[in-house]
């Protein structure tokens, strides 16, 4: 590895620190900013009780004496304190719990996404306007044009209500499939298009002429130059992705009642749960600027002509 690439993954390092500082700043603030407190829905609570929460959280100090309190724990503990609603667990205990689902779920899903868009692009690109590419054209589109919670409610309707051949329920055995499949159409179907664009753009290239010009074989020029150097592209779209997915979608996981971070982060936002809101929102932030740059790096592996400065 090169200097100037060490250099780069520094400098990419520092600036993921401040953009995750600049999140957790943001989101602290504007959430205290929102008028009522997390303990003004608790039921026949008076006012010396809530005053008690309130000492008892650390939430009657100074917002700045909070804010520097939240940042020391968070550097030297990785602690992002107690939930205020689910009483005797740490906001950590809770988001792991939450991420063993989510992850399992978001990590098969990107790979079908993954897989299925690269093959789909190419033979939609292979086979450009015939019957094939117009079907593989037609499908994405839709899939890109409708939201998950109708792609998730039409086909919890069809296989869980009408056909009983998978559960609904994304906590039963079996339970995990409809959501896979919900939160993997979207993302397959940009990769598909992805796919298909670059590598038409690829396949134009006087490099793949030359190739085809000297004899070359059909299957090393599409595996070993257009698919390759197409990927680009879709190496963009997939670290963002897959962090989006692993940290799971809200509302598929409400729709199938996955047991997953999503979940947990909806019930925070509601019950004003000030440390779950904060600790899920670092985690998606962390992970998406960590892809971000692994999506950067990989573009040097798989294109070594792009120089990182």
Do not use: C
Not at 47 to 73: H, N, R
Not at 100 to 122: E, M, N, Y
Not at 224 to 231: C, D, F, I, T, V
């Amino acid at each position: 590895m090169s200097a100037k690439t060490i250099s780069y993954i520094i400098k990419r390092i520092i600036l993921a620190v401040i953009t995750v500082w600049v999140v957790i700043t943001v989101t602290f603030f504007v959430m205290h900013a929102v008028p009522g407190g997390p303990f003004m829905g608790e039921k026949a609570i008076s006012e010396a009780a809530q005053k008690s929460l309130e000492a008892k959280y650390g939430l009657d100090k100074p917002l700045g004496v909070q804010y520097v309190t939240y940042l020391k724990d968070i550097v030297t503990k990785f602690d992002f304190g107690p939930s205020l609603k689910q009483r005797g667990r740490t906001v950590v205990g809770i988001i792991g719990d939450g991420m063993k689902t989510s992850v399992k779920l978001g990590v098969i899903a990107a790979v079908i996404a993954l897989v299925l868009g690269v093959v789909l692009g190419s033979i939609a690109a292979l086979r450009r306007n015939t019957i094939l590419d117009r079907v593989v054209m037609v499908l994405t589109t839709a899939f890109v044009s409708m939201p998950s919670f109708i792609m998730g409610s039409l086909l919890l309707i069809i296989f869980a209500v009408k056909l009983h051949v998978l559960p609904a329920n994304g906590a039963a055995a079996g339970g995990l499939i409809l959501p896979i499949i919900t939160l993997s159409l979207s993302p397959m179907a940009h990769i598909t298009r992805l796919t298909r664009s670059s590598m038409l753009d690829v396949l134009g290239q006087d490099y793949i002429r030359t190739a085809r010009a000297k004899g070359v074989p059909y299957l090393k020029i599409i595996f070993g130059h257009a698919l390759k150097n197409s990927l680009l592209p879709v190496i963009t779209y997939f670290g963002p992705m897959l962090a989006y997915i692993v940290t799971g979608s809200l509302v598929v996981e409400q729709i199938f009642a996955v047991p997953g971070i999503g979940r947990a982060f909806i019930s925070s936002i509601t019950g004003r749960d000030y440390p779950m809101i904060m600790g899920t929102t670092i985690i998606l932030a962390a992970l998406i600027v960590v892809m971000n740059l692994i999506s950067d790096i990989l573009y040097k592996i798989v294109d070594p002509r792009i120089t990182l400065e």
